[in-house]
């Protein structure tokens, strides 16, 4: 259920029946753990980033983005520095904004695997919510590699089987073929009509993104793919604070460290076990 100042909210004329505002407060109310805000304006930000997420996952649907593992990364040297371990750095001088967008504008330069997929995703998502100016002084050492990310997009896990559009979700193969290991599983992103994105196997079903991994197992075996209870989501109430606060970001501002691995496709709380 969702509250507002600690009352329950009342479905708002804001937001018609039919769009995708309106189905994420639906799938909210439907949940047993309460959804908690201070106004409105928290709760319509949410809302707001929740379906830019999804129209950014849509977008790099339809791009010419390639699935890649880390060894064969490819970026738009104009903009990002190559690392030998297949991260993306942003270069001196560039703006961020302009490096996030230039991987939609010019998406047959980029190549990576599907982590990866779904920062370049939520970054693109809270660029559209916030305008460049803010974006360019919240993220000024953008490091594409895996689900490394800036502390203020506040990536976390949830565990639950409830998710809502905008979610990322992670589908286990457990039997995955050792000489195709990014195929371990796959990061998508719930769209909301009953499909999700997938970078490297596009829009889906469920049972669609389960049978296209369980094409990827070792021969012979039969475990099944499945979708598990981890859940992925930037901090939208820690965004939404920033974007109405305005802050003065100094490039100094403290990073998270980058867990090496090398392992393409991994969930985001086994990224955080490798820090």
């Known amino acids: 259920m969702i509250q507002l100042s600690g009352m329950p909210f009342q479905q708002s004329?804001?937001?018609?029946?039919?769009?995708?505002?309106?189905?994420?407060?639906?799938?909210?109310?439907?949940?047993t753990v309460v959804y908690s805000y201070r106004s409105i304006d928290e709760l319509s930000f949410e809302l707001e980033l929740r379906k830019n997420i999804i129209v950014s996952a849509r977008a790099m649907n339809q791009s010419m983005m390639e699935f890649e593992v880390f060894a064969n990364s490819r970026c738009n040297p104009q903009y990002w520095d190559l690392t030998r371990t297949g991260g993306f750095l942003l270069r001196l001088g560039v703006k961020p904004s302009e490096a996030i967008q230039d991987i939609y504008m010019n998406s047959s330069q980029y190549a990576f695997e599907c982590a990866t997929a779904k920062v370049i995703i939520y970054y693109h998502a809270v660029l559209n919510v916030i305008g460049e100016s803010l974006f360019n002084r919240l993220f000024q050492n953008i490091y594409l590699y895996s689900w490394h990310a800036d502390p203020?997009?506040?990536?976390?896990?949830?565990?639950?089987?409830?998710?809502?559009?905008?979610?990322?979700?992670?589908?286990?193969?457990?039997?995955?073929?050792?000489?195709?290991p990014q195929w371990r599983g796959e990061n998508a992103v719930v769209l909301g009509d009953g499909t999700y994105f997938g970078h490297g196997l596009g829009i889906k079903t469920a049972d669609q993104m389960i049978h296209a991994l369980n094409q990827m197992r070792i021969p012979g075996t039969n475990q099944s793919a499945y979708r598990t209870n981890i859940v992925t989501r930037p901090s939208f109430k820690k965004l939404a604070k920033l974007s109405m606060a305005q802050p003065d970001y100094s490039i100094h501002k403290p990073q998270h460290m980058v867990a090496q691995h090398h392992e393409s496709s991994i969930p985001f709380d086994r990224y955080v076990f490798y820090l």
């Not at 004329?13 to 949940?31: A, C, K, L, V, Y």
């Open 13 to 31: 004329d804001r937001w018609p029946s039919g769009n995708i505002e309106s189905m994420i407060i639906q799938r909210m109310n439907e949940d």
């Open 152 to 180: 203020d997009l506040g990536i976390k896990a949830a565990y639950t089987g409830h998710f809502l559009p905008g979610d990322v979700v992670y589908f286990e193969n457990p039997d995955f073929d050792p000489p195709t």
